[in-house]
């Protein structure tokens, strides 16, 4: 199965991590009314959001750092465990394998944020976006 190329500069997510992100995405998103463009479409916006998500950092109170920092660590220990179930990168192995780990169990959390995420990038006013995103993942995430 040829590897899907992530492109774009991220400011958290590395290379990797945002492929593993795109592919998490598409079988959360998939469905029979959605073209492979658009599926593509989606996969990258909800990357970049979840990229910038994460990146919300600078000049913010404490309390939004911190829940920023749980956002960022479930993403990475969900990304790990992907790779881990996979054998060691899930982006390499076939759909249907990744359609199996997805399904398991303890997938859950981080198919349920990345649902959180996948909403919110592609149905979400822009203005929505850009406030307090991070107090709405910690309330529902």
Do not use: W
């Amino acid at each position: 199965m040829p590897r899907r190329r992530v492109s774009g500069a991220y400011r958290v997510l590395s290379t990797h991590q945002a492929a593993v992100l795109e592919a998490a995405a598409r079988h959360l998103i998939a469905g029979p009314a959605v073209g492979a463009r658009e599926l593509d479409y989606r996969e990258t916006k909800v990357v970049a959001y979840v990229d910038q998500l994460l990146s919300r950092f600078d000049g913010q109170i404490s309390a939004r750092r911190v829940r920023v920092a749980d956002l960022r660590d479930q993403h990475r220990t969900g990304i790990a465990l992907l790779d881990q179930l996979a054998g060691g990168d899930f982006t390499a192995i076939p759909r249907l394998q990744q359609d199996l780990i997805m399904s398991h169990a303890q997938v859950t959390p981080l198919a349920s944020l990345l649902f959180d995420h996948i909403v919110e990038a592609i149905y979400a006013p822009p203005e929505m976006l850009r406030r307090n995103a991070a107090d709405r993942h910690h309330e529902t995430g």
